[in-house]
Every structure is written in structure tokens, then in C-alpha cells.
């Protein structure tokens, strides 16, 4: 049996989030249920089983493992993955995949999709994933997985289900469908990321990032190479609707027992117990 690359898990509400995250080391993240990933600094073995994934930015800790993942599909006879990432992207990462492959000699299989902020992919009948532009040092994306979900229009509420159906069977749509943000991921970003998407506010789960939580790292240097402190959250604690928020993604400069330390001064009940500081 392969052991897997270290990952965390946490399940919430029919989501189990796995992955690991931690600021210029690696970050991956899955949500087996939806069966997508996100970001691929790393590649945890049983990860590869994922056919569809989603990178927000092209930096290493990001984007590392892109290689490893759609050579051991081909290894394992799986089909090629299909990978959404920034559009600008696609054609720098197309080369690096060909140059693996004149090291390897060996195939590297895989649909790569460039995006643009607003785009929308589904990925099942189920469920729909929208690119938000974020706020980083180079272009980025955010993703916010939507549940479609279909409700009886108004204006046919009470009807018994014989009407209904002679409506339906004529062709009239009785239904309208409806959107549920279930879970959304931000990446990479600095606080406008966030501020100018309220959908990730919205969405009931949110992973996203806190690099800095130390008092004397300064805001605005921090803001400007596209990344959040726990300061942050605290400005915008009311405008967090989320029933889970996993932060993520924190500096190598910090270690566990710090971490909880200096975010429990500022977040005392970690949003109301909503918080989970993913360490």
C-alpha cells in the first residue's frame, strides 16, 4: 500500500475538504463529494484518482506537482485530467508539461482550459464552478462551486400534481432554477479579493488564506504582495456569513503553537467557532 502525501481533512455538511496548505511549501486541496481539486503543489497519491482541477495562480507552491499528476494518470491508465487555470497561463504551462516530457519520456496527457474571470464550468448536472478574479502579485483566480437547485415557480404553488403535469407535458417550464454557493476558495489574495466578490462571503464553506497573524508584520506590505492577516478578518468579522471558513496557506515563519497563540488575541472565539485554522 503507497502512503499518501500528509494531508488534513475535515468534514462539514456532506463536504469532506482534505488537502494541505502552507505559504511557499505547497497547497492542494479536494473536495472528494464534488470530486474536484484545487491547486497542485503537491500531489497526494490517492489525489490522482481526481480528474478535474482547478488552479487559481502559477506560482510553485501552487502549481508544482502539476507534472507528477497527469504523468502517473498516464502511468496508471486513467484517462487525462482536465485542468482550468488563469488563461494567460495556458500556453507557459502547456510548454513546461512538453519539457517534462522530453526529461520523462513519457506522454503527458491532459486538457488544460484557460479561463477568465466570470466564466463558468459545470462539472456535473449538479453542480457549476464560477472563476472570480482575486487580488495577487500575478493574475489569480478564486472559484465558488454552485448547487443548482430547482424551485416551483409562484405562479404555480398549490397546483396539484395532475395540473403540473399537463403544464409540463405542454411544454411549459413550471421550475426555475436557483444557486447555491456550497463552497469557494479564494486562493491566494489580498483583502479586495474578497471584498470586491460578496459570493465568498455567502458561500458555506470557505477556504481561503491567512499568511500573517504576527502584530508587527505590516498591513500594507502584506496587502500589496497579494495576501491577508488575521487583522483582516477581524475589520470584516460581520460580513462573514459562511457556517465554515478554513484558513490556510500561513507563513513558514510561524509555528503551530504561535499561530494559535497570536490568532486567539484577535479572534478569541475564532468567529464564533466557525473558524478553522487549518495547522
Same mark, same amino acid.
Given at each position: &500500500?503507497?502512503?499518501?502525501? %500528509?494531508?488534513?481533512?475535515?468534514?462539514?455538511?456532506?463536504?469532506?475538504?482534505? !488537502?494541505?496548505?502552507?505559504?511557499?511549501?505547497?497547497?492542494?486541496?479536494?473536495?472528494?463529494?464534488?470530486?474536484?481539486?484545487?491547486?497542485?503543489?503537491?500531489? %497526494?497519491?490517492?489525489?490522482?484518482?481526481?480528474?478535474?482541477?482547478?488552479?487559481?495562480?502559477?506560482?510553485?507552491?501552487?502549481?508544482? @506537482?502539476?507534472? @507528477?499528476?497527469?504523468?502517473?494518470?498516464?502511468? &496508471?491508465?486513467? +484517462? %487525462?485530467?482536465?485542468?482550468?487555470?488563469?488563461?494567460?497561463?495556458? +500556453?507557459?504551462?502547456? +510548454?513546461?508539461?512538453?519539457?517534462?516530457?522530453?526529461?520523462?519520456?513519457?506522454?503527458?496527457?491532459?486538457?488544460?482550459?484557460?479561463?477568465?474571470?466570470?466564466?463558468?464550468?459545470?462539472?456535473? $448536472?449538479?453542480?457549476?464552478?464560477?472563476?472570480?478574479?482575486?487580488?495577487?502579485?500575478?493574475?489569480?483566480?478564486?472559484?465558488?462551486?454552485?448547487?443548482?437547485?430547482?424551485?416551483?415557480?409562484?405562479?404555480?404553488?398549490?397546483?396539484?400534481?395532475?395540473?403540473?403535469?399537463?403544464?409540463?407535458?405542454?411544454?411549459?417550464?413550471?421550475?426555475?432554477?436557483?444557486?447555491?454557493?456550497?463552497?469557494?476558495?479564494?486562493?491566494?489574495?489580498?483583502?479586495? !479579493?474578497?471584498?470586491?466578490?460578496?459570493?465568498?462571503?455567502? @458561500?458555506?464553506?470557505?477556504?481561503?488564506?491567512?499568511?500573517?497573524?504576527? %502584530?508587527?508584520? $505590516?498591513?500594507?506590505?502584506?496587502?500589496?504582495?497579494?495576501?491577508?492577516?488575521?487583522?483582516?478578518?477581524?475589520? $470584516?468579522?460581520?460580513?462573514?456569513?459562511?457556517?465554515?471558513?478554513? @484558513?490556510?496557506?500561513?507563513?513558514?515563519?510561524?509555528?503551530?503553537?504561535?499561530?494559535?497563540?497570536?490568532?486567539?488575541?484577535?479572534?478569541?472565539?475564532? &468567529?464564533?467557532?466557525?473558524?478553522?485554522?487549518?495547522?
Amino acid at each position: &500500500m503507497v502512503e499518501n502525501a %500528509p494531508v488534513l481533512s475535515h468534514h462539514h455538511d456532506g463536504l469532506t475538504i482534505e !488537502g494541505y496548505s502552507r505559504a511557499a511549501v505547497q497547497t492542494c486541496w479536494r473536495v472528494n463529494e464534488l470530486k474536484v481539486l484545487f491547486d497542485c503543489g503537491i500531489q %497526494p497519491w490517492d489525489f490522482m484518482g481526481t480528474s478535474t482541477l482547478f488552479i487559481s495562480h502559477t506560482h510553485l507552491d501552487h502549481i508544482a @506537482a502539476l507534472p @507528477a499528476y497527469v504523468s502517473r494518470r498516464r502511468m &496508471m491508465k486513467m +484517462d %487525462p485530467p482536465v485542468i482550468y487555470l488563469p488563461d494567460s497561463a495556458v +500556453d507557459t504551462a502547456w +510548454d513546461m508539461l512538453q519539457m517534462f516530457r522530453r526529461l520523462d519520456r513519457g506522454a503527458m496527457p491532459c486538457e488544460l482550459i484557460g479561463l477568465l474571470p466570470g466564466d463558468e464550468t459545470s462539472i456535473s $448536472r449538479e453542480y457549476v464552478v464560477t472563476a472570480l478574479p482575486t487580488r495577487h502579485t500575478i493574475e489569480s483566480l478564486g472559484f465558488v462551486v454552485h448547487q443548482r437547485r430547482h424551485k416551483l415557480k409562484p405562479e404555480f404553488v398549490g397546483l396539484d400534481g395532475d395540473k403540473l403535469r399537463d403544464l409540463k407535458l405542454s411544454g411549459t417550464e413550471i421550475t426555475q432554477e436557483t444557486r447555491v454557493p456550497v463552497f469557494a476558495y479564494t486562493g491566494d489574495t489580498s483583502p479586495p !479579493g474578497l471584498d470586491e466578490n460578496p459570493v465568498f462571503y455567502e @458561500a458555506n464553506v470557505l477556504v481561503t488564506e491567512m499568511t500573517f497573524v504576527a %502584530p508587527e508584520h $505590516r498591513k500594507d506590505k502584506i496587502h500589496k504582495h497579494g495576501h491577508m492577516h488575521v487583522d483582516d478578518y477581524r475589520k $470584516r468579522a460581520d460580513r462573514f456569513k459562511n457556517e465554515l471558513i478554513i @484558513a490556510a496557506h500561513l507563513s513558514t515563519r510561524y509555528n503551530t503553537n504561535q499561530v494559535k497563540r497570536m490568532v486567539s488575541k484577535v479572534l478569541p472565539d475564532l &468567529m464564533q467557532g466557525r473558524m478553522r485554522l487549518w495547522l
